[in-house]
């Protein structure tokens, strides 16, 4: 296992990381508490030392959990955690999102509480959750300051939806030297990871980007298929059936980045993450031990070849050849500002002139 900084912070992370969320919750398969925390010991083992977490993911389990499975080889490990949710004073409604909080106090707070849960005096890494860009005030960026400089964090993050705003969201921390922008990236969904590496590129900018969901729902790996039925608290039904449909049509014409005993397709698309050296880790969503065995390999199989790369390239001009509308639309980003920010990305028609 590789690692990678994240930003100019001097945090480093292990390039595959562990997406906490899935010990919190049974909204992507069920587990019991041991079971989580085998898994968690599990990728420590296979060498995975960045471990992402959230005060929201089972209003505390997550990180209850993750503390843990990682007490007795903390010094080994990379630990972050996001706040901005209010989970103490609204109870969850399913899948829905929970109100949220991010102002100086609250985010103190909510870091302190997340401390006591993980039983650690301190995380590497914090991160707004879901914040939009007006959100992102002078109050809130000086206490991220403080917070550094307590020494209870070492990096700052903003962690995005896209699907809850990412793009205004994006530049925002790009602009404010944010140690690390998290967001959804994989090679089907491939927008908001993209954007923001144009961005860092632009501004010549440290910050990192901690690629998640890099299976797009279990598609590029395999464990959605057309024969799978996903019940209603799984997290992945809130995507349409047609996303689905057309998904399958473009995992077949990505067959070519698997290589018989030497890379999966999981794999392959961990590696054409890692490509990016904007791309500090990546954290997919283990379900058990064998998704850690070959997922925690993937940074070690056959990189993907210039060939290889430019022909996925060429194949997403190309929609990856797909004949099925996947309904959904750049509409289906949801944006803090109105709009703006994906018209002037191209994202979205212009707005109409005034008459």
Partial sequence: ???????????????????????????????????????????????????????????????????????????????????????????????????????????????????????????????LHNANAAEITPEVLGT?????????????????????????EGERAIAEEFDVVQTVFNLLERAPGEHVIDQIREHDADTSVVARVPHSSGLLNEQVTPDTELGAGDHRSHRPQAWYEAGWEKVESLRFLERDGERTMGQATIQWLLAHDEVAAVTPTFRDLDDVDEWAAAPDTPALSEAEYDRVARLAAENFGATADDGMSAEDYRSSVGGDDLRAAGLLPSAPADD
């Fill in 1 to 127: 296992m590789r690692h990678r900084e994240l930003g100019d912070s001097g945090v480093e992370v292990s390039e595959v990381g562990f997406g906490a969320w899935v010990v919190g919750t049974d909204w992507w398969g069920d587990r019991s508490e041991d079971e989580a925390v085998e898994m968690v010991e599990g990728a420590v083992d296979r060498g995975i030392t960045f471990f992402d977490t959230g005060d929201v993911y089972g209003h505390g389990d997550s990180e209850r959990v993750v503390g843990e499975a990682l007490a007795p080889r903390r010094d080994e490990v990379t630990v972050a955690t996001k706040v901005g949710y209010d989970f103490y004073n609204n109870p969850q409604a399913g899948h829905g999102e929970l109100p949220k909080r991010i102002d100086g106090e609250w985010i103190r707070t909510a870091l302190e509480r997340s401390l006591d849960r993980l039983g650690m005096d301190r995380v590497e890494l914090l991160q």
């Fill in 144 to 168: 991220l300051d403080d917070l550094r400089s307590e020494g209870l964090v070492d990096a700052v993050g903003l962690a995005l939806g896209p699907s809850i705003g990412w793009l205004a």
